[in-house]
């Protein structure tokens, strides 16, 4: 006999995915998804460990399509084949399956979405190089809440924002119940971290650090901060049309922003409220003040 006629390109069998069943909780790789409901633990290991967590279809294909790249899924096995079009995207990937009680003792919640993935966190541009293109940046100081800070980055991408920029103490929009409220919209708006807000220290004897506030202004924007201040204006009596960069800072429930952004902003502005009512949750704020500026911006 002679020897074997060599493979070619259309012998060779792509892998599969990697389907691994869980059999014990005490496997390392599944370390990315413990105690997935201690809010404050998952906050700061998820991004010492660089990465986040992808929770539902909509938000991990949304994920894949920005470019982020999966660690691992974990799935019930009545979800692998509604899953497949995503995992079998990186077939390298373990993909962890096992009996939803186990998975429930494993994250401490019932996956009642479907999947998660942990993602690799993402690498996010400077602020610098967000300003150069944009024209109406949302600013969003210290909102703790998750689900507000999903539901402003979901406005933001329905309502034209160009960016969003978050401060050193707000919450994290890559934090799961962020992404969740978002639907994935966080994946689609432009966004960085502050390093310093709403002013860069200014070490004696080094040069002027230039962040926060003074960033915007170096960017040519006008920074109006929605507060309930004496001096604010009525929304519908600023000037919110094309011929201005607009940087819109939002606050965090209670207090509202601090007392050292509204002396750094151009303007205060207020949106009027009727029924005794003095102010909106700032996720319904954000909302009203994007679609304000869209509109002032196309009506030209």
């Excluded at 494993?106 to 150069?132: E, I, K, N, W, Y």
């Excluded at 049309?241 to 209670?254: F, P, Q, S």
Aim: net charge negative.
């Amino acid at each position: 006999m002679g020897a074997p006629a060599p493979e070619g390109p259309g012998t060779i069998e792509a892998p599969g995915p990697q389907i691994v069943p869980i059999t014990t909780l005490e496997d390392p790789r599944l370390d990315d998804y413990l105690r997935m409901t201690d809010v404050r633990l998952r906050a700061s290991m998820e991004v010492e460990r660089g990465l986040f967590m992808a929770e539902s279809f909509h938000v991990i294909e949304r994920a894949m399509d920005a470019g982020c790249v999966p660690r691992s899924f974990l799935m019930s096995s009545r979800w692998v084949e509604q899953f497949a079009p995503l995992f079998t995207r990186f077939p390298e990937v373990p993909v962890f399956v096992g009996e939803e009680s186990l998975l429930e003792s494993l994250t401490g919640f019932h996956l009642h979405r479907g999947a998660l993935a942990a993602m690799q966190r993402p690498v996010l541009p400077s602020a610098a190089d967000l300003l150069r293109t944009a024209r109406t940046v949302a600013v969003l100081e210290n909102i703790v809440d998750h689900t507000n800070v999903g539901a402003m980055f979901r406005s933001a991408a329905a309502l034209d924002v160009d960016a969003v920029l978050v401060t050193p103490r707000c919450a994290d929009p890559l934090y799961r119940r962020s992404l969740r409220v978002s639907m994935g919209t966080v994946f689609q708006v432009p966004w960085t971290r502050l390093g310093a807000w709403p002013h860069a220290p200014h070490p004696p004897g080094e040069d002027t650090a230039h962040d926060g506030v003074d960033l915007l202004h170096d960017a040519g924007f006008d920074v109006l901060a929605l507060a309930l201040t004496e001096q604010a204006t009525a929304l519908d009596e600023v000037d919110l049309g094309a011929g201005r960069k607009v940087a819109l800072v939002l606050g965090a429930e209670g207090h509202g922003l601090e007392p050292s952004t509204l002396k750094a902003v151009d303007e205060h502005v207020v949106i009027p409220m009727s029924g005794a009512v003095d102010s909106l949750n700032v996720a319904a704020a954000s909302a009203v003040v994007f679609w304000q500026r869209r509109a002032a911006v196309r009506a030209g």
